[in-house]
């Protein structure tokens, strides 16, 4: 499984108030999607007492046509900021029912091109 989307955040705030994030991209799950459109959001709650946690819901059509959804959720450790950063575990849902599990990795040789990602636009009307 691979993702690769774009981020729309309303501001810099999102990443600190839990606002959700916009995103946008493809989506491949072997035997299931094969480079298809997807959407969703992201919600980032790292700036809280408890737990701290990255949240994904991204939304795809498969290859035969039905509509799927990825949930998935990056519990964020402080003792282990690097490994539990870097794996996400989810579950593909095709309707109601549960169709798989995945565990995406971030390689951290990819977050300096990550960082450098980022820039700040403004979004007129």
Same mark, same amino acid.
């Given at each position: 499984?691979?993702?690769?989307?774009?981020?729309?955040?309303?501001?810099?705030? $999102?990443?600190?108030?839990?606002?959700?994030?916009?995103? #946008? &991209?493809?989506? !491949?799950?072997?035997?299931?999607?094969?480079?298809?459109? !997807? +959407?969703?959001?992201?919600?980032? #709650?790292?700036?809280?007492?408890?737990?701290?946690?990255?949240?994904?819901?991204?939304?795809?059509?498969?290859?035969?046509? +039905?509509?799927?959804?990825?949930?998935?959720?990056? !519990?964020?450790? *402080?003792?282990?900021?690097?490994? =539990?950063?870097?794996?996400?575990? &989810? =579950?593909?849902?095709?309707?109601?029912?549960?169709?798989?599990?995945? =565990?995406? +990795?971030?390689? *951290?040789?990819?977050?300096?091109?990550?960082? $450098?990602?980022?820039? *700040?636009?403004?979004? #007129?009307?």
């Amino acid at each position: 499984m691979m993702f690769q989307v774009d981020a729309i955040a309303p501001g810099p705030q $999102s990443f600190v108030v839990g606002t959700p994030i916009q995103l #946008r &991209g493809t989506m !491949t799950i072997g035997g299931i999607a094969r480079t298809v459109p !997807t +959407h969703g959001q992201l919600t980032v #709650r790292l700036f809280r007492l408890g737990k701290r946690e990255l949240v994904y819901d991204l939304i795809f059509t498969d290859d035969q046509g +039905h509509q799927c959804r990825y949930e998935a959720c990056k !519990t964020v450790s *402080l003792i282990r900021p690097l490994s =539990t950063m870097t794996t996400l575990k &989810g =579950t593909v849902y095709r309707g109601a029912e549960s169709i798989g599990s995945a =565990t995406v +990795h971030f390689d *951290l040789k990819d977050i300096p091109g990550f960082l $450098s990602s980022f820039g *700040l636009r403004s979004q #007129r009307s």
